[in-house]
């Protein structure tokens, strides 16, 4: 990935260079009098901004813009550059304590090189900046690290709704424990906690969900996916895991007596369950599925008070 976006930024300076040439020397003083900052597309020669605040002109450039200073300027603050673009006269610049800082695709084509400490990356957790000399230039760009789950598991804050968890690594999967009207993925998600490293954030969403009077409820089997990113690096690094929720056999998202009479027909051999049904049957999870798992899941919809949780 690092040597595609190089490839695709040097012909960036490639096609800069060339329009330069071609719209002259007016792109770079045009307005000189009355501004310091002039922001031109390289390609169409379209005005995208006249100005003094170079915040303002970066924000105002798109990729393979021309950001051209004709005067001294002076930051107060650092500036972001969210672009591919062409900076001149970056010699007006001075910035005493301040920098340039490259975000997401961020690049900085100039033909003078400049300090290291002038350029830098807005996200320096998880991203550098690498510099090459380019076209007769110098390019900084934006290297961001891949973000990486490693051997993180997800944990579960404590609530009212999950009476107990427990993670399969090896296997991918997740047991919960939840009372028995089941939980929704807003619910689930706001409990899960996973740390990845280089990631700006882990977003979760769920796969195989039902749908009940406007809420989505996570159900026996559905898939929870965790996907970890950075605002620089390209793609999302994602960790799946198979819900298992002990009890609901039917995988209607909810526990009650058609649940109870699967396990009671599993036991006495008239209908065997396989797969997660198998799995969310084992109520008691002692890895057998048998009538003290029916009565489990009677006392779990009956008498709540005397339930205790094999997951807890």
């Known amino acids: 990935m690092k040597v595609l976006m190089k490839r695709s930024l040097s012909v960036l300076c490639v096609v800069i260079a060339l329009s330069v040439a071609t719209l002259g020397v007016e792109i770079f003083f045009a307005d000189a009098a009355s501004s310091s900052i002039t922001v031109t597309s390289a390609i169409t020669g379209e005005k995208k901004y006249t100005g003094d605040d170079l915040q303002e002109a970066f924000s105002a450039a798109e990729r393979g813009c021309i950001v051209a200073i004709s005067r001294y300027i002076t930051l107060t603050a650092d500036v972001t550059l969210s672009a591919e673009v062409m900076l001149t006269g970056q010699s007006y610049i001075k910035f005493e304590d301040y920098r340039i800082l490259l975000h997401g695709k961020g690049a900085l084509f100039v033909d003078t090189r400049l300090r290291t400490k002038y350029v830098a990356a807005a996200n320096a957790a998880y991203s550098t900046i690498e510099m090459v000399e380019e076209n007769g230039g110098f390019l900084y ?45 807003g619910e689930l ?29 996570v159900t026996n089997g559905s898939t929870m996916v965790l996907s970890a990113s950075n605002h620089d690096f390209a793609e999302k690094v994602t960790k ?10 039917n995988g209607n998202g909810m526990v009650d007596a058609a649940d109870a009479n699967l396990i009671s027909c599993h036991a006495n051999g008239t209908k065997p369950l396989t797969g997660n ?5 084992d109520a008691n999870q002692d890895s057998f599925v048998t009538w003290e798992d029916a009565q489990l899941l009677c006392d779990k919809y009956v008498r709540i008070d005397s339930y205790s949780s094999p997951l807890a």
């Open 141 to 185: 760009y934006i290297v961001a690290q891949a973000p990486s789950f490693g051997k993180a598991k997800p944990t579960f804050k404590e609530s009212g709704i999950v009476y107990g968890n427990r993670v399969d690594e090896e296997a991918g999967i997740l047991y919960h424990d939840v009372v028995v009207s089941g939980i929704t993925t």
């Open 189 to 217: 998600g706001s409990l899960v906690s996973i740390t990845a490293s280089n990631s700006e954030k882990v977003d979760v969403t769920y796969n195989g969900t039902v749908s009940v009077n406007d809420r989505t409820y």
């Open 240 to 249: 799946s895991y198979t819900v298992i929720l002990l009890g609901d056999v």
């Open 277 to 281: 049904a198998l799995l969310a049957a």
